[in-house]
């Protein structure tokens, strides 16, 4: 068969495909459903059944989550307000109380968190495993490269509309496919090995790669445990798990807010007020910095109305910020140190505080 007959069936098909889609109504059908995404109503059913998203295209509120992103990104385009900050703006402009921690949405989320540099970087990873993977699939095993070419413009178009990116049961078959199809084959480049000395600089660069996440690690874990123990009224274990915490790493504002929600509860205002501005310095932009300032500050005595309102200003959508802007309104010293233990005590209850994040 001639390239030129090859060609025309090729084309032939094609424009049977598309006949065929427009005779069964698919134009109307994609239209119809376009706009019940953008409608942004919920999937989920009054009982809470999941399900309705298999056969419902609606985004189940994710347009909300992407201006948030956009607004931000827009705020701060060339540096962002940094990684993991998605939280925070959320909290900050979101228009209705919904908890979330992710933009829904990977390249959105880089551009509000780390701007224009962010954004750039990931598209030229993408761009490089994408180009790489276009490359293989012109060789012998086009069929191989093809279909994983394939498979990675799913995973990025799906990283556009989710966050499920960021489990490794998905990713992890993304970038092994990348690594296969960036890895020398043939030629020069096949049989290239670096040199003794290359090889050592590499393995210090691994190790030195492979601090950071260890001290995450061994910090997470004794946070963990420190919140669980916080809100069993255990305040023995939670401030010994809350300082090893911070021993691993002692720039998250987390184990010093455990330490002064527990001086609070040992009656030791003082105490509780120095941890809780240690945990307002590490994270400023945190509603749950200033709120427990605010209650630490009334303990002692000392006006907390500004770290109020400024977890109000925060977090406007939050019942506890409100509670607390309300609450502190009196300018009584007495007042203050009663109500800052309600306070407490409704925060500990869990209806609206998280002190490690999902």
Not at 9 to 36: E, F, K, N
Not at 139 to 159: D, E, I, T
Request: glycine share 10%.
């Amino acid at each position: 068969m001639s390239a030129w007959t090859r060609r025309g069936a090729t084309i032939a098909a094609v424009v049977a495909i598309a006949a065929a889609g427009v005779a069964l109504g698919l134009p109307h059908a994609a239209a119809r459903d376009w706009s019940r995404f953008m409608a942004g109503t919920s999937t989920q059913s009054a009982s809470g059944d999941l399900r309705g998203r298999l056969t419902d295209p609606s985004n189940d509120g994710r347009t909300d989550l992407w201006r948030v992103a956009l607004h931000a990104f827009a705020a701060a385009p060339l540096h962002g307000h940094g990684a993991g900050t998605y939280q925070t703006l959320w909290e900050r402009g979101r228009p209705r109380f919904i908890y979330t921690v992710n933009a829904h949405s990977l390249y959105l989320q880089a551009m509000a968190e780390l701007g224009v540099p962010g954004l750039a970087l990931l598209l030229i990873l993408l761009a490089a495993v994408f180009g790489g993977m276009a490359r293989r699939a012109r060789g012998k095993q086009r069929s191989l490269y093809g279909a994983l070419l394939a498979a990675g413009v799913v995973w990025a178009l799906r990283a556009g509309v989710d966050w499920d990116w960021e489990m490794p049961v998905v990713t992890l078959g993304f970038f092994a496919a990348a690594g296969l199809a960036l890895s020398p084959r043939g030629g020069k480049g096949a049989h290239w090995a670096p040199t003794r000395g290359a090889r050592l600089a590499l393995g210090l660069l691994c190790l030195l790669g492979a601090v950071l996440p260890v001290t995450i690690i061994g910090s997470q874990r004794p946070l963990a445990q420190a919140e669980r123990a916080l809100y069993a009224a255990n305040c023995t274990a939670a401030s010994s798990a809350a300082l090893s915490s911070i021993g691993w790493l002692d720039v998250r504002p987390e184990p010093y807010e455990i330490v002064g929600y527990c001086d609070l509860q040992r009656g030791q205002p003082r105490e509780a007020l120095a941890a809780m501005h240690e945990a307002a310095r590490l994270d400023p932009e945190s509603w749950e910095t200033y709120y427990g300032l605010a209650l630490a500050q009334g303990a002692a005595g000392i006006d907390p109305r500004g770290s109020a309102a400024r977890a109000l200003q925060l977090n406007p959508t939050e019942p506890l910020t409100h509670r607390a802007v309300k609450a502190f309104a009196a300018a009584s010293p007495l007042a203050w140190v009663a109500r800052s233990q309600a306070l407490r005590v409704a925060a500990l209850a869990g209806e609206a505080l998280s002190l490690v994040p999902s």
